[in-house]
């Protein structure tokens, strides 16, 4: 099933992490998604304990930070791949420069689902840019959006 390529972030006061994450749109209103992260991994510490989280959907340009986001295991992501940033509006973890959209997010249940926990969260903010492409995923390869269908 074909699905937006997503950076997610997480941060604490000490700590802060980025991974290629699978999203699904639940509702317009109120804004809800929902996000299926590892059990085994720090953004699952993270995300318990904070509670919030950035949804950065990524664009056209971002296929090789996805790639690495998704497969490669270091302390710091941000550090060891360059990962340009900015302050979110409304949680503590950081948006990625160069995303088609960052949705801020407030976790407000989850379910665990054998090794996964699926968090259903509400969308607190968000910034769209305008100039950018977003990015999909289908059948292990990365396509363009670009044809609006009316």
């Keep these: 099933m074909p699905c937006s390529v997503n950076l997610l ?8 992490q980025a991974i290629t994450a699978s999203a699904m749109f639940i509702s317009e209103n109120p804004p809800l998604l929902v996000v299926s992260i590892h059990k085994d991994t720090t953004t699952h ?3 318990e304990e904070s509670g919030h989280f950035v949804l950065n959907i990524a664009s056209t340009g971002q296929m090789k930070l996805a790639k690495k986001l998704g497969h490669e295991k270091v302390a710091d992501k941000f550090k060891e791949f360059g990962i340009e940033t900015e302050k979110a509006a409304t949680v503590d973890a950081p948006i990625i420069k160069g ?17 996964f926990t699926l968090y259903v969260a509400e969308v607190i903010d968000f910034v769209i840019n305008e100039g950018l492409s977003p990015m999909v995923w289908d059948m292990d390869r990365y396509y363009a959006l670009g044809l609006e269908l009316t």
């Design 45 to 47: 510490e993270l995300i």
């Design 99 to 115: 995303s088609f959209a960052s949705v801020e997010c407030k976790v407000i249940t989850s379910l665990s689902v054998s090794h």
């Design 9 to 16: 972030t997480v941060a604490t006061k000490l700590e802060r």
